[in-house]
C-alpha cells in the first residue's frame, strides 16, 4: 500500500502544483523503490534463516538419535548387568530355599517323634486309669 506524501496549501501556492506533483511522484517512487529492495532483503534474509534453522535442525535431530543409541546400549548393559545379579540372587534363595526344606523335613520328623511318644505315654495313662478304676471296683 503505497503511501502518498501529502504537503500544505502554502507549500502548493509557494512552489506551484506541477512541482509539488513532482515531488510527491519523486517522493513515492523512492518509496516504491525503497520497499522492494526491503522484501527483497526480507526474503534474502529469510531464506538464510530458514536454511540455517534447518541445518540446526538436522544438527539436533543427528545429535539426538546419537544420544538416543547410546543410551539404549548403556540401558541394555544395565539391564544385563540387573539381570545377571537377579539370578545370582535367585540362585542364592534357592539354595536357601533347600536348607529350609531340610529343616522342615527336620522338624516333621521331630513332630513325628513327639507325636509317638505322647500316644505312647496317653496309652499308658489311660491304661493306668482303667487298671486303678477296675482296682477300686474290686
Known sequence: MPVTAKF?????????????DELVDWCN??????????RELFDVNFARFDAK??????????????EMAEF??????????FK?????????????????QGEFGKLRTSFAELESRLTMQM????IATVGIFLL???
Request: no cysteine; aromatic share 12%; charged share 35%.
Open 8 to 20: 500544505s496549501e502554502e507549500f502548493y501556492k509557494a512552489f506551484g502544483h506541477r512541482q509539488v
Open 29 to 38: 517512487q523512492v518509496d516504491a523503490t525503497y520497499r522492494s529492495e526491503f
Open 53 to 66: 534453522l534447518e541445518q540446526r535442525i538436522a544438527e539436533l535431530k543427528a545429535e539426538i538419535r546419537q
Open 72 to 81: 539404549k546400549v548403556e540401558l541394555r548393559q544395565e539391564m544385563a548387568e
Open 84 to 100: 545377571a545379579e537377579l539370578r545370582q540372587e535367585m540362585t542364592g534363595l534357592r539354595g536357601e530355599f533347600v536348607g529350609l
Open 123 to 126: 496309652f499308658l495313662f489311660w
Open 136 to 138: 477300686q471296683k474290686m
